[in-house]
């Protein structure tokens, strides 16, 4: 059904069903993911929501990867920005009502990682700027932002690692890891508890599963995923807040 294909011109064409295959995969686990949020009981969906974000910034890197360095300044990439920003906005009150956490939503933190892998991509003296500034801000918003200040260097390390593959793999990898280790869960982890070393393994494994998928060629076609999906966010939050007054 599928053949490796490891020319970097293919991995990232115009319409790329490896890339689509990503989109819904990480939308599926976050949906996934946040279905604890009305069943506490099934907190084991912790483990699986652990592909979501790094499959996001996997989809992140190679959309910027397609761009040639230097054309940072487009109308696309605008767009791009803008239309992440808002849907974050328009998140807002469904997010604060289904979520009892204090941290920014997750487009915040992939908003933040967007500007910091256009710097390392075009390495213009504004994109530099733009991404040493979204660095800063994630550094000091480190605490309230999900999956922190390595969460938002994952996507610039996933485009470093598309565009040199090999042991480099590792660096997106390890930032998914450390992004998870924020809580208990790590001691836990020491202690080997099995729950959270398979949510650690899982963060870990994550980037990797995307890059090795992002280089596959596929036979069979795959619903592409297009500017629709920025109403996923908002849009599963609010069904997921209904669901819960219902029951």
Not at 55 to 70: D, E, T
Not at 83 to 95: C, D, G, T
């Amino acid at each position: 059904m599928m053949t490796a294909h490891t020319n970097q011109h293919s991995l990232l064409n115009s319409r790329s069903s490896s890339l689509d295959l990503i989109k819904w995969l990480a939308m599926l686990t976050m949906f996934i993911d946040h279905l604890r949020l009305v069943w506490p009981e099934f907190s084991n969906l912790f483990i699986p929501g652990r592909l979501s974000f790094p499959l996001f910034c996997v989809a992140i890197a190679a959309n910027v990867a397609r761009s040639k360095p230097g054309e940072w300044l487009t109308a696309a990439n605008a767009r791009y920005l803008a239309l992440m920003l808002l849907f974050a906005a328009i998140s807002e009150v469904p997010y604060r009502y289904i979520s009892t956490s204090g941290s920014f939503k997750v487009l915040v933190t992939l908003a933040l990682g967007l500007v910091i892998a256009w710097g390392w991509q075009h390495r213009t003296l504004l994109s530099c700027a733009m991404a040493l500034m979204s660095a800063a801000i994630a550094y000091v918003l480190d605490d309230p932002l999900m999956y922190g200040f390595c969460g938002a260097l994952a996507p610039a390390a996933v485009l470093v690692a598309i565009k040199r593959p090999g042991v480099l793999w590792l660096l997106p990898a390890a930032l998914c890891l450390w992004s998870n280790s924020r809580s208990s869960i790590v001691t836990r982890a020491l202690d080997l508890d099995v729950y959270s070393l398979l949510a650690l393994s899982t963060a870990f494994a994550a980037p990797l599963i995307g890059l090795w998928l992002l280089r596959q060629t596929f036979t069979f076609r795959v619903l592409p995923v297009g500017q629709w999906a920025y109403w996923f966010y908002p849009g599963h939050l609010a069904a997921l807040q209904a669901l819960r007054l219902l029951i």
